[in-house]
Structure formats: structure tokens, C-alpha cells
């Protein structure tokens, strides 16, 4: 008789009995591992912040060696890595600095190998290494790749740890690493379903092969690969010093309450900081696909997706996020998962409420999310067949929304200083040939170019965004011109891009690179996907979002005579008005190319723009302190038109003293006028939602907005019922 | 806990408050009894008798008036139950068109009018603007939040209100007699 095989978790069961058990006990106690009461940690806090400070350091050494020994100017100058540690049911126990968005994406890999039975059917080894990066499974985009190693103590496996890296090249379709113009899944470069590709601390010689015949930035990746297998190594041997320190049984059981002790903070914090309740907006996704070069022709069509978004605050101190309402999937790199939605709780959670440094998956546990409908935007049934490049793009402003309930939550309860919101950024992508002659995807970091939204006590941060990452410095531009064949220009803050209130915005810093040195290159549209011809809804009461955001190709007629001459190129855009025909007498033309450029050949000498709208402001605008319009103007954070047209203040430069100066006296009344034009021009709801309504019965709106709303309505029932309710329609109203 | 005095929480709120210091309380743990001295504060801003429950934004808050819990203005204007979304009884501005959208937005900064419309909620009482709505065309009015008062005093500061009222949506009530 066939002895019963033994399991390598604890005990000699399996990883996916300990999971299960795992999963069971919580939903019978609530508390993770079933811990009510945590005493190990209480007993002796001081040997228990000793153990969770080694832990933290092995995590952050091993972060740096990481980017000691890889040679991707993602890794070495913008540091996006991340690593954690995680339990041997694949919870996360610490995350290192960098990205936070992995808490939980990171583990959903390593659950989705024990579920899948790799313990039984792939091996599971002391010095195993695995690789994933298919956002089927977890993850944002296929660009970010995660590397991960089992622990072994004494032939029991006690955990994980795993390190993330966003790579330049995963071998997709032209442009870039996270190509828009693709819509099949074998666009998007190799896909890797937590894969073993090493054994006994050594990468696998098949798998260098792979990469070398499969990537034109081979090099890069499989340095990248090994810095993060030396972190990850580095990190297992710390691991277990401590548990030589520690001991093992203190380890188990101090990991775990680990997260059971942050899953109650983070209650508290919610109790502590927020009002229980509902919260809603929406985010309108725009999917402009029409003109991009995909085979897959069905794919060739421009949509919009409504995600309405609604945060409940239970008296419990949990939180329910529910996208009901959310149109259909499309033929386009840009659809969410599931999981990627938790990539984005993840990053919200730590990074609002959870930055002392303690966040894990206890940070998450009081979050829910109810499953969006199959078929939708956010859970695409056909997923496997789709292009996953850039679930992230949509997700950005998502969670951007998101970012602003909260902010609403902690304003409701008196905690300004936390208010914010944020939203996605435009950018440009490159494939080509670079200085060196060689063929490969161009796609260089950038600066935070975009505002954030206002504070609920001062202004937001200038050209301090995004959420995503908090390290919103490109690094050293010179090395990314090593890198890509492009110079990086100067630039100026451009106000017309900020969200207007009586605090505003943080102001914008476009991008601005001209092409350099290449022998052929083609540019399109990178991260940015979501609305711009419908600016989202992120003012802050009383105070306007951000504009339209801009991706600009300009191409200079006689650039050599204007270099010789010294004469400024576009370092300012200026009044946003009047740009294009002020570019056309610098003998230069200015292309619009929307959010999502397709595909363009671009020159020596041409110049690409991103220029990112700021997230919202914070109040009536007619109510920023106009001494705080002065300090803008002088510098260079406001125009005169801005401050006369948005803020109704006076204001005249003066030549001698070379400064501006504001007229309170006058802007008093400019102000007052304002409101007397308000009340005048205004009219009441009611009569404005009649004339509205009408609309909607005689169907008189853009057929591109009817697919919108028909598209919703087909997969949810109760946004049909609602939109019917608020509307007074009756029952047989279709779109 | 930090403690914080209530002419500090004042000038924070104004952004008149030190940088330093404003760092240092955005920094620190957070304040227990902010709650409470925010409403003091929001209190000694308005000039009407009511109390205020809670805030809804700026310049707007409920209040108990008698038994009804009703949002109203700093400027004293009323905007009916809580549970209902007060923008209906606001005065609406909507820039639907490209000049009215290029006063705010000029250039390529502008969206597009066909899809897009940007709406401002003044009060009717002093012309302040309460809100900016940016939505496509034909979207119902959102109602931002629908705050759980009750659930709020009773589970989480232990201070039960007198008056209690059910936590539910009632807009599609005023709605539903426009038609």
C-alpha cells in the first residue's frame, strides 16, 4: 500500500490544507488565524517591535541589494520594487518601502500556486525560484514581474518572500512595455503563470536561454531577475537568523498576530477617522481604439464605460467598495480584474490610512469588495483571450475616486489635513532603435508631472503626483538618455492644468523630450486611458477638477536654424488658448494626438508632450485668500487670466519692484459681482432636471454615451431601476 | 493623544496655521476628541440657533431643527431632510457648450461638450458654490454622501442622539414629484 504523501507545511500538512484552514477559521472567528485573543506580541512589546524591526531591515537591506545589482534604470534610479514576506499560506506578514500596490497582489500569486496544487504536481523546494507576471492570475500588467522563493526551515515550509520589478521589456507588441495598441493576449509579451525557472539558488540555464532569444533588452531582465533572487535570498537568510533568535514557535505566532494586530488598528483607525455611511461617484473610462493598429479588427471601435463607485462605512468599522453599474468588457488592453481591483485597495488602504511602516494584509482585511458583475469592464469572462497590458491605466482613476470618498469621510470628521484625491497621468511610450543602434522598447520614467489634488488645509503638492508610488523622481535624467534616445527638455509649471479652489491643486510640470539620435522610432500613448473628453469628478465641494489632459507631437520646420539662433522652444506652453497658432508662428506645428496616441513615426528633433491635468481643488474658489494668488503668480503657479477669470482678483505686475500685486479692494467686488452672477444665471434643480429629463425620454444624447449607458444597463438591472428612479422615467424606459 | 487647542484646529482649517506645525498634526497620531472641537468650531461660524450635527462639506452641515434633521448653509438656507440629496433644492449652472466650458477650462485644456458637462451648485442664499459636478451628459445627480448619523453618536462615540431617524436615500421622493 502507497504511503499517504506528507505535506510541507506545518505539521506535515499541505499548503493547501493550511490555507483552507486558514480561510475557514477566519470566516468562523473573524480574526485572522483565529487569534481573539493576541498576547505573544502584548506579553513583551519591546522583544516584539525588536522582531518586527529585523523583519522590516531584512526587507529594506534587502530592497537595496536588489538595486545594487540590477541595471535597470527603473530599479537603480526610480527604485520601483517592492518586496514582502509572507506567511506559508501566502499572507502577507511586511512589505519593504516602494510600491504598496503588492500587498496583496504578490500573495494572490503565491495562493494561486498552492490552490493549483504545486506542491503536489510542480514541486515546491528549498532554493526553488518561481517568476509570474500574468495579471490573470495577479497583478496590474504583464511589465510588473514578480519573483518569488519559498522558506524552508528544517524541511517545513514557513514562508515566503517575494520581490517585484517593473521591466522595460517583457517582449510585447511595439510601443513600449505596456503597449495600448494591442487587444489579443499574445501581444503582450511573455506571460509567465508562476513558473519555476531555478532550483537550489540557481536560475535555470533553459530560462536564460528563453529570455535571450525572446527580449531585445535581455540583459536588463535577467539582471533584474538576479537582484531580485539576491534580495530574496538575502532576506530568507535574515529570516532565519531571527527564527535562530527568536525561535521558530515565536515566529509562527508573532507573524500572525502581526497581521491580526493590524487588521484591529486599521478598525480602529476607521473608527477613529472616518463617518459610517454612503459614499458615491463615478468614473467614466474612455477606450479610444478606432485607429489603432490591431489585427484583431472587431477590436477597432471607441466605447466609454461608466464605473460608478460606491464606498460603504459600516458602524462595524468595515468598508464595502461595490462598482454595481459598471458597463462591459472590450476588445482593449484596459479591462480590470478582480484582482487587480485589489492591487488598488491595497495601495489606497496602506497609503491613506496604514503608513507607520506595520502594513500587511491586515491593512486589507476590513475591506470587502463586492464581486463585479461577470462580463463587466472590471471582470472580463474572456480574460484569458484578452491583452492585459494595461489594467493598471483604469485603475488609476478608479481608485483616484476612491481616494476622494475618503477624503470626504475624513473632512465629514474633522481630519482636513488627510483630505486628497489624485487621478491618472499621460505619457508617452517609444520603440525603436536607440544610440546604439539597437531595436528594442523605449520607455523612460518620468517626474511626478501632474498636481494632486488640494488638501484639506493647504494647497496640493506641485508636481508631486501620484499616488501610486511615493518616489515621483525620474532619478538622474542623464542616465534615462543613456537609455532612450531622447533629450529631456526644460520646463515650466503649467497652470492652466490645475484644479481651481480656495485651495488648489498641486500645479503640473509637462513633460517635455525632444527625439534624439535614432534611426527610425515610433511613439504612442502610455498609462493614461481613462476620461479626458469627461474630466473626472474630483473638485472637492465647492472647487473645480483638473483640465483636459494633453498629448502633444510638435515637429519644428527649421529646428537647426532655431537651435543655432539659441531661440527658447517650448519650454512654457503658456495660455492654453492660443498654443497652437503661437507654435505655428515658431514655424512649428502642434498635434493634438489624444489620450491614447495611436502608433506615430516620430523624428530627430520631434518633440513629445505630456501634459497631465491636475486632480481637484478644495472650495469655492472665490474664496482663496488672494494674498495666496499673489505668491502664485510670482511664482509662476498662476497667470493673470487665471487669477481674474477663476478667482476674480485684480492683479497688475510691477515693473519696478518685478512682482505682482494683488487689489483687494477691487477684487472685493469682482468677487461679489461673481456671486450676484451666480444667483442671477442659476437656476433651480427642479427646473433644470425637467428640461434634463426630457432629454433622456427624447433620447437626444451623444450615441456614443447611449452605448455607454445601454451597456450598463444590459449587465445590471438595479442601475436601469435607479437611473428609471431618478429620472421619474417610466418602467418601460430603454436607453 | 495628542491635544490640540481649538484656536490651532481653527487656523488649520483656515491654512493660516505655521507650516511646522501643520506638518506636526498631519504627521502625529490623531486627535480622539477632533470631532467634538470641530463642531464647536463649525458651530461658532454660523450665526442660526440649530445645532450642528455633523458637516456635509464646506459651508454646508445638518442640523436638528426640532425633530427634523435638515442641511442648511452657513448662510442660514435650508436644503431639506439629510436624506435627501441637497442639491435639488440648489440653483444649477451647467457648461454644456465650449464657451461656457473654455471660462474654466481655455484651449486643449477644454472637454468635450458632447459627452461632458460640468455642473456648479450655488446656494441660493448667499451664491456660494457648493459643489462641482463633472459627469456625461445624462447622469443622475450624484448624491455624494449619505451620512449614518445615528449609527455614528450611537456605535462610535456612545453618545445615542434623542432623536432617531432611519438611515435611507429618499431623493427619488422629491424626484418622483417632479414629473
Given at each position: 500500500m502507497a504511503r499517504k504523501r506528507k505535506g510541507i507545511g506545518e505539521g506535515g500538512r499541505s499548503l493547501r490544507q493550511m490555507l483552507e484552514e486558514n480561510e475557514r477559521i477566519y470566516r468562523e472567528t473573524g480574526c485572522y488565524a483565529g487569534i481573539t485573543e493576541?498576547?505573544?506580541?502584548?506579553?513583551?512589546?519591546?522583544?516584539?517591535?525588536?522582531?518586527?524591526?529585523?523583519?522590516?531591515?531584512?526587507?529594506?537591506?534587502?530592497?537595496?541589494?536588489?538595486r545594487l545589482v540590477s541595471a535597470s534604470p527603473y530599479v537603480r534610479e526610480v527604485a520601483e520594487l517592492c518586496i514582502g514576506v509572507f506567511t506559508p499560506e501566502g499572507d502577507n506578514i511586511a512589505q519593504s518601502t516602494g510600491i504598496q500596490i503588492h500587498v496583496r497582489l504578490m500573495a494572490d500569486n503565491i495562493q494561486w500556486m498552492i490552490r493549483k496544487k504545486y506542491e503536489e504536481e510542480v514541486g515546491i523546494e528549498d532554493g526553488d525560484f518561481f517568476i509570474a507576471n500574468d495579471p490573470v492570475i495577479s497583478g496590474m500588467h504583464a511589465a510588473d514581474v514578480y519573483d518569488i522563493l519559498p522558506v524552508f526551515w528544517e524541511r517545513e515550509l514557513i514562508g515566503w518572500v517575494s520581490t517585484v520589478i517593473m521591466e522595460m521589456d517583457v517582449g510585447?507588441?511595439?510601443?513600449?512595455?505596456?503597449?495600448?495598441?494591442?487587444?489579443?493576449?499574445?501581444?503582450?509579451?511573455?506571460?509567465?503563470?508562476?513558473?519555476?525557472?531555478?532550483?537550489?539558488?540557481?536560475?535555470?540555464?533553459?530560462?536564460?536561454?528563453?529570455?535571450?532569444?525572446?527580449l531585445d533588452m535581455c540583459d536588463i531582465f535577467l539582471l533584474d531577475r538576479k537582484g531580485a533572487i539576491a534580495a530574496n535570498v538575502r532576506i530568507r537568510e535574515e529570516l532565519k537568523n531571527i527564527i535562530r533568535e527568536f525561535g521558530l514557535d515565536y515566529y509562527k505566532r508573532a507573524t500572525r498576530e502581526l497581521i491580526e494586530e493590524e487588521r484591529r488598528n486599521q478598525i480602529a483607525r476607521i473608527r477613529q477617522r472616518m463617518i459610517p455611511g454612503r459614499y458615491r461617484s463615478v468614473v467614466p473610462v474612455e477606450f479610444p481604439m478606432s485607429k489603432q493598429p490591431v489585427s484583431w479588427i472587431p477590436g477597432r471601435v471607441d466605447t466609454i464605460r461608466l464605473i460608478p463607485i460606491q464606498m460603504d462605512v459600516g458602524t462595524d468599522g468595515y468598508m464595502a467598495l461595490d462598482f454595481e453599474g459598471a458597463g462591459e468588457w472590450g476588445w482593449h488592453p484596459f479591462n480590470g480584474t478582480?484582482?487587480?481591483?485589489?492591487?488598488?485597495?491595497?495601495?489606497?488602504?496602506?497609503?491613506?490610512?496604514?503608513?507607520?511602516?506595520?502594513?500587511?494584509?491586515?491593512?486589507?482585511?476590513?475591506?470587502?469588495?463586492?464581486?463585479?458583475?461577470?462580463?463587466?469592464?472590471?471582470?472580463?469572462?474572456?480574460?484569458?483571450?484578452?491583452?492585459?497590458?494595461?489594467?493598471?491605466?483604469?485603475?488609476?482613476?478608479?481608485?483616484?475616486m476612491w481616494t476622494h470618498l475618503l477624503g470626504m469621510a475624513f473632512y465629514l470628521r474633522g481630519f482636513r489635513e488627510e483630505t486628497f484625491n489624485y487621478r491618472s497621468a499621460s505619457g508617452w511610450q517609444m520603440a525603436g532603435y536607440d544610440q546604439m543602434g539597437t531595436k528594442r522598447p523605449l520607455f523612460a520614467a518620468g517626474t511626478g508631472n501632474f498636481g494632486p489634488g488640494a488638501c484639506g488645509v493647504c494647497d496640493g503638492v506641485d508636481c508631486g503626483?501620484?499616488?501610486?508610488?511615493?518616489?515621483?523622481?525620474?532619478?538622474?535624467?542623464?542616465?534615462?538618455?543613456?537609455?532612450?534616445?531622447?533629450?529631456?527638455?526644460?520646463?515650466?509649471?503649467?497652470?492652466?492644468?490645475?484644479?481651481?479652489?480656495?485651495?488648489?491643486?498641486?500645479?503640473?510640470?509637462?513633460?517635455?523630450?525632444?527625439?534624439?539620435?535614432?534611426?527610425?522610432?515610433?511613439?504612442?500613448?502610455?498609462?493614461?486611458?481613462?476620461?479626458?473628453?469627461?474630466?473626472?469628478?474630483?473638485g472637492q465641494f465647492g472647487a473645480y477638477c483638473g483640465g483636459k489632459r494633453n498629448t502633444f507631437l510638435v515637429r519644428f520646420q527649421d529646428l537647426p536654424q532655431w537651435l543655432e539662433k539659441r531661440q527658447p522652444l517650448l519650454y512654457e506652453l503658456g495660455f492654453m488658448g492660443d498654443l497652437k497658432e503661437r507654435v505655428e508662428k515658431m514655424g512649428g506645428e502642434i498635434v493634438d494626438v489624444g489620450l491614447i496616441p495611436e502608433p506615430t513615426e516620430v523624428f530627430e528633433g520631434n518633440m513629445l508632450i505630456a501634459n497631465s491635468g491636475a486632480a481637484g481643488g478644495l472650495g469655492d474658489p472665490l474664496e482663496r485668500d488672494p494674498r495666496r494668488i499673489q505668491e502664485d503668480l510670482n511664482q509662476g503657479f498662476s497667470t493673470d487670466w487665471i487669477a481674474r477669470n477663476i478667482y476674480c482678483v485684480k492683479a497688475s505686475y510691477d515693473d519696478q519692484a518685478k512682482e505682482w500685486r494683488v487689489d483687494d479692494a477691487e477684487s472685493g467686488e469682482m468677487r461679489q459681482r461673481k456671486r450676484a452672477e451666480r444667483l442671477a444665471k442659476g437656476v433651480p434643480v427642479k427646473d433644470w432636471w425637467?428640461?434634463?429629463?426630457?432629454?433622456?425620454?427624447?433620447?437626444?444624447?451623444?450615441?456614443?454615451?447611449?452605448?455607454?449607458?445601454?451597456s450598463s444597463a444590459r449587465l445590471s438591472p438595479a442601475f436601469l431601476k435607479e437611473y428609471r428612479e431618478f429620472w421619474a422615467l417610466p418602467e418601460e424606459f430603454v436607453f | 493623544?495628542?491635544?490640540?487647542?481649538?484656536?490651532?484646529?481653527?487656523?488649520?482649517?483656515?491654512?493660516?496655521?505655521?507650516?511646522?506645525?501643520?506638518?506636526?498634526?498631519?504627521?502625529?497620531?490623531?486627535?480622539?476628541?477632533?470631532?467634538?472641537?470641530?463642531?464647536?468650531?463649525?458651530?461658532?461660524?454660523?450665526?442660526?440657533?440649530?445645532?450642528i450635527l455633523m458637516p456635509l462639506g464646506d459651508h454646508l452641515n445638518v442640523v436638528q431643527k426640532g425633530s427634523q434633521r435638515v442641511v442648511k448653509c452657513d448662510c442660514g438656507r435650508e436644503f431639506g431632510?439629510?436624506?435627501?440629496?441637497?442639491?435639488?433644492?440648489?440653483?444649477?449652472?451647467?457648461?454644456?457648450?465650449?464657451?461656457?466650458?473654455?471660462?474654466?477650462?481655455?484651449?486643449?485644456?477644454?472637454?468635450?461638450?458632447?459627452?461632458c458637462e460640468v455642473r456648479e451648485f450655488y446656494c441660493p442664499g448667499c451664491g456660494v458654490m457648493l459643489k462641482v459636478e463633472n459627469v456625461?451628459?445624462?447622469?443622475?445627480?450624484?448624491?455624494?454622501?449619505?451620512?449614518?448619523?445615528?449609527?455614528?453618536?450611537?456605535?462610535?462615540?456612545?453618545r445615542p442622539l434623542p432623536e432617531q431617524a432611519e438611515f435611507t436615500d429618499m431623493t427619488h421622493d422629491v424626484t418622483r414629484g417632479w414629473a
Open positions: 493576541p498576547t505573544v506580541l502584548a506579553d513583551d512589546p519591546v522583544k516584539a517591535e525588536l522582531f518586527h524591526s529585523r523583519i522590516m531591515a531584512a526587507l529594506i537591506s534587502g530592497r537595496e541589494t536588489c510585447a507588441v511595439s510601443p513600449g512595455c505596456m503597449p495600448t495598441p494591442n487587444v489579443e493576449r499574445g501581444t503582450d509579451g511573455l506571460k509567465f503563470c508562476c513558473e519555476k525557472i531555478g532550483s537550489k539558488d540557481r536560475l535555470r540555464r533553459d530560462f536564460e536561454h528563453k529570455i535571450e532569444i525572446s478582480p484582482q487587480a481591483l485589489w492591487g488598488g485597495v491595497s495601495i489606497v488602504m496602506v497609503q491613506t490610512f496604514s503608513y507607520d511602516g506595520r502594513a500587511n494584509l491586515g491593512s486589507l482585511l476590513p475591506v470587502d469588495i463586492k464581486t463585479p458583475t461577470p462580463d463587466s469592464v472590471l471582470n472580463p469572462i474572456q480574460i484569458k483571450k484578452l491583452a492585459t497590458s494595461t489594467p493598471w491605466a483604469p485603475m488609476l482613476d478608479l481608485f483616484g503626483g501620484w499616488l501610486a508610488t511615493p518616489e515621483v523622481d525620474l532619478g538622474s535624467a542623464e542616465v534615462w538618455e543613456l537609455f532612450v534616445p531622447q533629450l529631456e527638455m526644460a520646463r515650466r509649471f503649467e497652470p492652466y492644468g490645475a484644479g481651481h479652489g480656495r485651495f488648489r491643486s498641486g500645479v503640473g510640470i509637462p513633460t517635455s523630450i525632444m527625439i534624439h539620435r535614432t534611426q527610425q522610432c515610433v511613439a504612442s500613448g502610455a498609462l493614461g486611458s481613462a476620461s479626458d473628453r469627461i474630466i473626472p469628478n474630483l425637467q428640461k434634463a429629463r426630457q432629454r433622456v425620454l427624447e433620447h437626444e444624447i451623444d450615441p456614443q454615451l447611449t452605448e455607454m449607458y445601454q | 493623544m495628542p491635544f490640540y487647542e481649538k484656536k490651532d484646529l481653527r487656523d488649520l482649517f483656515n491654512g493660516t496655521l505655521p507650516w511646522e506645525k501643520t506638518r506636526e498634526i498631519m504627521s502625529c497620531p490623531k486627535d480622539d476628541d477632533r470631532f467634538d472641537k470641530y463642531i464647536q468650531i463649525l458651530q461658532e461660524q454660523v450665526t442660526y440657533p440649530e445645532k431632510d439629510w436624506r435627501q440629496n441637497w442639491k435639488l433644492n440648489a440653483l444649477i449652472y451647467v457648461r454644456d457648450t465650449r464657451e461656457k466650458l473654455e471660462e474654466i477650462y481655455p484651449g486643449f485644456r477644454c472637454p468635450d461638450p458632447s459627452v456625461p451628459v445624462g447622469y443622475p445627480i450624484i448624491f455624494d454622501v449619505l451620512p449614518d448619523i445615528d449609527g455614528f453618536y450611537r456605535e462610535w462615540l456612545g
